[in-house]
């Protein structure tokens, strides 16, 4: 029997990626390091407490967008993030910060398994909406707790990270982001890449070619709860004091999304530069405009959107597809 | 509930793939299948054939695990897979290519294939699934397309690439759903091949199909539906001479031969 397809051409086999797409992802990092050493004159001190805020905003853009490259659009990362740092607040009275810090993580994942399960067969808007009535239930039950346990709709106090030391703290979440995004990076090389980008490209189809759609999801949630846990447990020792409203705000759940969009989704790379630029261009605004920074602030991420449909990452990438980081 | 048995000193011939008994799927008042029983044998080519409504796509959906069948069971290489999910009938051995192809749009044509390649069966490796994707882009036809964007494909490539990322996932079994489809005469006759080639490489197929030249040229064995029931079985040549099979599929002597 003589067959069409055996005449075909052979193909060239690529690597995955090579290890030249790591080199903006080392300079970032290379930049974040030596911040706090260079001369920032008597503004020191302030450029620095931004600087953390960015790798903290950095951080849960980061690990909202490994879940969201398993299909789930979720508007619950503030729950998790909030459990962080409630977490941490409550742990950190009782032990060592850097025992509290993995606990108040680890719990936030587990809560996350949680929701995982609930929403497993809901997608796009309804998804959307059950994770923000999530952080509600979260909200409500935190503020509903005795007083003396997580100091109600007032808030309590959090024990300072570190002994209130600036710079430790920025080399801390420093840490925090770098091992975000060394996870990042080891889902990209793994199935789990390959599982999440077939569920979030078509769920049914994935089953189909025998990924067990429920494992992946479920681990999806854990790792990025998990990971904005850390995230709020440094919010929170680095602000001393934390309420339910605040915490667990839409827009600590929004800002991740939008944050992600705008770097360039399902990359490692393109939350953690859109949340430099951001929160960067957020403070510029903030003390030039003054009054109506956040028209500004929206009129410059809705044109970025429009012209840079995969954000800032879509600059960067030579390649149409694949081999990306 | 009948046993599957078969014979090991049977010709492999001989060994039952797949096995429906008495399958019926209820969706409120309509009985869209209704006590489907029919036997797959190894290297079997297998036509599904009837009018539109006949529910050969439902009957697909029930083998491939997309719906729980209302009554009957179904046996994939002797183990009961009735009640048993997508995912696992895919680890058991059974393939499917879509009718409207799905690729994984944001992917290559080459992750596409990986996929089914490293979830198909447990134990392969990343790089294993690889390799397994480039060799079957290879012989499927598509070596040169390895790394576009399924988006870029033609509709032939693209039921190229459902069919390997199909075979990827290493089926005894493998379901396709009107791939013959959309496709110019040339090109089916190429997909013609493709099927052969699939048959060559020791899978079974079943195949669902409108185009009666096709099933003609393919199938060893034809099932005639109507009416969500089977209404005959046998070779090309027995349901086109069967008078019940000629009123009902197409009306017309004509349109059975067209």
Known sequence: MSRAMETSRTVTRRPDFTARALVPLGLFFGLALVFPFLPLGTRAEYLLQIAFFTLVAAILALSWDILARSGQVSLAHAAFYGLGAYGFALLGKVMPWFAAMPLAALIAGLVSLILGAVTLRLSGMYFAIATLAFTEVVRTIIQNLPESVAGGANGLLVPALLGGNARAQYFLAFGVLLFTALVSLAIRRSRLHHAFAAIRQGEETARVLGVSVVRYKLAAFFISSFLAALGGV????????????????LAN???????????????????MLGATVLRVAEELLHNSVKNGYLVVYGLVLMLTILWL????????????????L | MTAVSFQPSVASQQEVVLRADGLSKRFGGLLAVQNVTFTQYSGEILAVIGPNGAGKTTL??????????????????????????????CHAGLGRAFQIVRPFPEMTVHEN???????????????EARERAYDLLERTGLAAHAEKAAHELT?????????????????????????????????AQEAVQLVRSVQGSGVSVLFIEHIMPVVRDLADRVVVMDQGQVLAEGTYREVTANPQVVAAYLGTEEGLHA
Do not use: C, W
Not at chain 1, 234 to 249: C, Q, R, V
């Open chain 2, 155 to 187: 509709l032939l490539q693209d039921k190229r690439l459902e069919v390997a990322r199909a075979l990827a996932t290493q089926p005894r079994v493998l379901l396709l759903d009107e791939v013959m489809a959309g496709l110019r005469p040339a090109e």
């Open chain 1, 309 to 324: 449909p995969r954000g800032l990452m879509g600059l960067l990438r030579r390649g149409k597809h694949g081999g990306e």
């Open chain 1, 234 to 249: 440094l919010f929170a020792g680095k602000t001393f004091f934390i309420n339910p409203l605040e915490t667990f705000s």
């Open chain 2, 60 to 89: 697909l959906n029930l083998l491939s695990g997309v719906y729980r069948p209302t009554a009957g069971r179904l046996h994939l290489l002797g183990r009961d897979v009735t009640g048993e999910s997508m995912e696992a009938r």
């Open chain 2, 113 to 127: 294939v990986t996929v089914g390649a490293l979830f198909g069966k447990a134990g392969v490796s990343l790089p």
């Open chain 1, 253 to 271: 759940s929004i800002a991740p999304l939008t944050t992600s969009i705008f770097g360039g989704l399902y990359t490692t790379l393109g939350p």
